[in-house]
């Protein structure tokens, strides 16, 4: 059974940096497929990051390309976002998910943390 807890929010000025983290409390974390979605008030939630199994390969939102980071650490069960450079168009809840590779949509979910960027 996944459970993930996100961390590392905050309130940050624009043009600074942010790590959220994301731990799993199960037992099979690095069978996960992992991302990092947002979703800002009144907005649906989106993509914002992705990560496969072993983490040699990433995939990004074209909005955070360039400034966003994720990687993740199996030994630790933890996958993380790493945010430089951010604008306050990325104040959201952020939320960490997990699937498995054979499964399409995600679904074990966080309880979200929020990133509030000040201009």
């Known amino acids: 059974q996944v459970q993930l807890v996100e961390s590392g929010g905050g309130l940050v000025q624009a043009g600074g940096s942010l790590r959220l983290s994301c731990a799993d409390s199960?037992?099979?974390?690095?069978?996960?497929?992992m991302a990092w979605f947002r979703q800002a008030p009144g907005k649906e939630r989106e993509f914002v990051a992705g990560?496969?199994?072993?983490?040699?390969?990433?995939t990004y939102a074209d909005s955070v390309k360039g400034r966003f980071t994720i990687s993740r650490d199996n030994a630790k069960n933890t996958v993380y976002l790493q945010m430089n450079n951010l604008k306050p168009e990325d104040t959201a809840v952020y939320y960490c998910?997990?699937?498995?590779?054979?499964?399409?949509?995600?679904?074990?979910w966080g309880q979200g943390t929020q990133v509030t960027v000040s201009s």
């Open positions: 199960g037992r099979a974390f690095s069978r996960y497929i």
């Open positions: 998910a997990a699937r498995l590779v054979v499964t399409p949509n995600y679904n074990y």
């Open positions: 990560i496969l199994l072993s983490g040699s390969n990433t």
